[in-house]
C-alpha cells in the first residue's frame, strides 16, 4: 500500500515537472540560419504538441505548413524551431505574430564565418522520435556566444507563486486531517480492538466451558 | 473562434469568483457590524445599525475593488499580448 501511494505521489511530481519544463519560457543563443516552411502531416500522437490551426481556418483539416527556423545554437549543436501562433490557447502566451517573427529571423540570418548572434525565447521540447519542436517566441540581438542570459525572472515568479499556492493546499489539507478524518479513523479502530476483544473474550470462555467437559 | 470561446469560459469563471467573493465580502461587513453593536454604546436598534452600516458598505470602494477580479486577468492578458507580440 505505501509503495502504490510513493508511485503516485512521484509519478504527479514527474508529471508537474514535465509540464512546467514544457510550459515556461526558456532563452537560447542562436545564430539563425535559414527559415523554412515544411507541411506537417500530424499523426495522433504528437499532434498535441503542435498549436491549433489560425483562428479564422479549418480545424478539422489534419496538415498544413510548418514555419521552421533553423538554428546554431552557442554550443556548436542545431536547433530546429518552430513558429506558429499559440493564439488565444494553451499555453497563454498570445502569441499571434508568427508571421512577423518569421520575418525577423529571415533578416536575422548569418553565416558561420561571421555571425551574429541572437537570443530566442521559446517553449517546448525538440524530439526527433516524435518529431515535434520547440516553439519560438521572441528574437532579440545579443551581445556573443558566452554573454550571460539573465536571470529568468518570469520564471522565478511563477514558481514562487505556484509553490506557495501548493503550499497552502497542503497545510489546510493537513489540518482538515488532522482535525477531521484521523480522529474518525481512530474512533474506528478502538471500536473494532474493543470488538476483537469481546469476541476474544467469550470464546475463551466457551473454550473453557468446553474444556470442563473433558 | 478559439478567442470567442477563451473569453466566455474566462467570463464564466470570473464571473462565479466575482459573486462568491461579493457575498463573502457583504457577510464579513454584517459580521464586523454586528461585532460593533455588540461591543455596546450605541444607541440605535441592532437592527437598523446593521441595515445603516450595510447601505454605507453598498456604496464603499472596497465593494468597487472586487471589480478587480475582472480587471487583474484582463490587464495581464493585455500585457502579455503587448509584451510578446509588440514590445
Known sequence: ???IGWTFLIAFWVVLAAFLHYTLPQ???????????????????????????????DNAVIN????LIN???ANGRVMVYRNEDTGF??????????SNLQAEAQASV??????????????????????????????KPHPGPDAPKGLPWLNIIIL?????????????????????????????????????????????RFRRWLNTWK | MAMVRLFIIVFVVLSIIYISLSFYSRARARDRLEAEWDEGGINMPREAYVRH?????????????????????????GLIIYLVNFA
Do not use: C
Open chain 1, 89 to 98: 490557447g494553451w499555453p497563454p502566451y498570445f502569441k499571434l505574430d508568427s
Open chain 1, 27 to 57: 532563452r537560447d543563443i542562436v545564430r539563425v540560419q535559414g527559415t523554412e516552411i515544411i507541411r506537417q502531416d500530424f499523426s495522433g500522437i504528437n499532434r498535441i504538441f503542435y498549436a491549433q490551426a489560425d483562428s479564422g481556418n
Open chain 1, 1 to 3: 500500500m505505501r509503495y
Open chain 2, 53 to 77: 452600516g450595510l447601505k454605507d458598505y453598498d456604496g464603499s470602494l472596497r465593494r468597487k475593488l472586487i471589480l478587480g477580479v475582472y480587471v487583474v486577468p484582463m490587464a495581464l492578458v
Open chain 1, 71 to 73: 538554428t546554431t545554437r
Open chain 1, 64 to 67: 498544413r505548413d510548418l514555419r
Open chain 1, 110 to 139: 548569418s553565416t558561420r564565418a561571421a555571425p551574429e548572434w541572437y537570443l530566442l525565447t521559446h517553449y517546448g521540447w525538440r524530439n526527433e522520435f516524435l518529431t515535434i519542436y520547440p516553439n519560438a517566441i521572441g528574437l
Open chain 1, 160 to 204: 514562487i507563486v505556484l509553490a506557495a499556492l501548493f503550499y497552502g493546499i497542503w497545510v489546510r489539507w493537513r489540518r482538515f486531517r488532522q482535525r477531521r478524518i484521523d480522529p474518525t479513523l481512530e474512533e474506528w479502530q478502538d471500536n473494532w480492538e474493543a470488538a476483537g476483544d469481546a469476541v476474544q473474550k467469550k470464546r475463551g
